[in-house]
């Protein structure tokens, strides 16, 4: 398994583990399978210029991604947003590795910290982003009615030009 940058070459890959990702999880995102069947050529390929976003690749086929953008709760922050692998490929380290890669882009980047949001009935998710150094600031915000969304926030100490 690999795990790289998507450039705006790659936007037909990322948009195909995007729908894939809002069908398969909805309730995962804010965001909905119609909405972003709606977008065209362009809007794909925006959206990678305005997020960086990763790709896991295993034998060709693209098995996970992940995003990181500017973090608009946070000053100088950076937000982890978009994680989705797929079902075939869990519990073997993929989202591991893709949160690996959105924090090594942050802290090249002297972020103070990376964020999240994730829905608080996301058991698996909760887990992962706890397990990975990821703790509950205590804020929330409805998501969908009836469920809130939960922040998670990770900070990235800076020592001696040895980052860790
Ligand atoms: C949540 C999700 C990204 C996890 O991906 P994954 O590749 O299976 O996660 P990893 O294999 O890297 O797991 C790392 C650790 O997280 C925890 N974890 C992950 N999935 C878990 C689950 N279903 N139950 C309990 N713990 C889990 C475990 O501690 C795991 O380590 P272990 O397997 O050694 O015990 C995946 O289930 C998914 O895509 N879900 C649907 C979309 C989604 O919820 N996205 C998050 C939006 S905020």
């Known amino acids: 398994m690999e795990i790289r940058v998507a450039t705006v070459d790659d936007w037909e890959r990322s ?3 995007r729908l894939r990702a809002l069908a398969e999880a909805p309730n995962a995102f804010c965001s909905s399978l119609d909405r972003e069947l709606a977008f065209d050529d362009q809007a794909w390929r925006d959206r990678l210029e305005q997020a960086r976003t990763f790709l896991a690749l295993s034998g060709g086929a693209t098995v996970g991604t992940a995003a990181g953008t500017a973090d608009p709760h946070e000053n100088g922050g950076r937000e982890l ?5 797929d079902p ?4 073997s380290g993929v989202a591991r590795a893709l949160i690996d890669a959105v924090v ?3 802290r090249a980047q002297n972020a103070p910290a990376v964020a999240l949001w994730v829905a608080e009935d996301n058991a698996s998710a909760l887990r992962l982003y706890e397990k990975c150094g990821f703790a509950l600031t205590g804020e929330r915000e409805v998501m969908r009615p009836g469920v809130d969304q939960v922040r998670m926030r990770r900070p990235l100490t800076q020592a001696a030009g040895v980052v860790r």
């Not at 075939?88 to 519990?91: D, N």
């Open 81 to 85: 947003v978009a994680m989705w692998v």
């Open 88 to 91: 075939a490929e869990r519990r």
């Open 104 to 106: 090594e882009w942050a």
């Open 15 to 17: 948009k195909d583990i």
